[in-house]
């Protein structure tokens, strides 16, 4: 009964309160719904896209993604460096990628930035993110303000179930920076960063979070995704029928039939360009532009622009560099191109 009620309304807009709270399906009407009392509690979905001006690559990009540029590794296949069941085999390949990416070594982008900005002005409800950097964290996000869906480096644990002693990311660093495969102190058995690999289950922070934020959320911002993982990518589907849903991004994602998302319990796709889009709005480009986009609209862009550079300076302070994060694209100090967020046709 509950499924037909959830494809009724959902699928066939029967039952729904399909209220439409945007004045157009544009980012300036997104930004006057976030500056209207509607509009109190905002979540962020976020993927690797946000950190890519760092210099951390996403996964799935033909030529610059992770996953093609794995070859060094001798896997039998990409995705394997993440799979539980061949790590326990063959750890070495996945501490040799870790070296590479090891947090600290990337500095937090304009994105992660904006994120912190909705928390000082009281907007940020929680952000949910599939990135296992730690950038949210350097960036200024409490625990409570994460949901870090598939896990982080943040902390590490041995991989004997008889054992699962805890380390530090000191520690983690330590070992991988040394060369030394990480190994328990206590039963010799490999340590683990707590990153969710393929085969394992997500942490149950995720799924208490969302029964209760997604009930009350008055705005998604979904940044730098695929939105191919599940269930990740399924969290869409979990606002209220009336929740506008922003969409900064290279390109469109998140589009699924509504009939299949139903059948396979996917929730609701996006809807950009149909006659029946009514909350939906995709700005496509550069994810940090578009944050600055945003900002300007909101009036924070200066703001922002503030924020990001005392915070790299202080990060430069303390390791002793001045290093830029490589996307010149990213500097706080130039104006966003003029890309502007679709509209229906």
Request: glycine residues 8%; proline residues 7%; aromatic residues 10%.
């Amino acid at each position: 009964m509950d499924f037909l009620r959830n494809f009724f309304s959902q699928t066939l807009g029967l039952g729904s309160q399909k209220e439409r709270l945007l004045d157009e399906l544009t980012l300036e009407g997104v930004a006057r719904y976030l500056q209207s009392e509607r509009c109190r509690k905002v979540i962020c979905l976020v993927g690797a896209g946000i950190s890519t001006s760092a210099g951390i690559p996403d996964f799935r990009s033909p030529t610059t993604g992770l996953y093609a540029n794995l070859e060094k590794y001798h896997l039998p296949y990409p995705e394997a460096i993440f799979e539980i069941g061949y790590f326990k085999k063959h750890p070495e390949p996945f501490f040799a990628l870790a070296k590479e990416l090891y947090p600290g070594q990337f500095k937090p982008t304009i994105c992660h930035y904006f994120i912190r900005l909705l928390k000082e002005k009281g907007l940020l409800l929680r952000c949910y993110t599939q990135n296992i950097d730690t950038l949210e964290r350097v960036a200024g996000l409490e625990p409570e303000d994460l949901v870090e869906a598939h896990g982080t480096f943040y902390t590490s644990h041995c991989t004997s179930q008889l054992c699962r002693r805890e380390y530090s990311l000191g520690w983690m660093k330590e070992k991988l920076f040394s060369e030394v495969t990480p190994k328990c102190e206590k039963c010799q058995s490999v340590v683990k960063p707590d990153i969710i690999f393929f085969g394992e289950n997500l942490p149950p922070r995720f799924f208490s979070c969302l029964q209760s934020d997604f009930r009350k959320v008055d705005l998604l911002i979904i940044m730098g995704t695929s939105l191919q993982v599940q269930p990740f990518a399924s969290l869409i589907g979990k606002a209220p029928l009336s929740t506008p849903r922003l969409l900064i991004n290279k390109e469109k994602t998140g589009q699924t039939d509504p009939f299949l998302g139903m059948m396979m319990g996917l929730g609701g796709g996006m809807d950009f360009d149909s006659k029946k889009a009514y909350r939906d709005v995709a700005w496509l480009g550069d994810c940090d532009q578009g944050c600055l986009a945003l900002a300007d609209l909101l009036g924070w862009k200066k703001e922002l622009e503030d924020l990001v550079r005392k915070e790299h300076a202080h990060i430069d302070a303390q390791s002793g560099s001045s290093t830029p994060n490589p996307t010149s694209t990213a500097s706080p100090g130039k104006s966003p191109p003029p890309d502007k967020a679709e509209k229906p046709q």
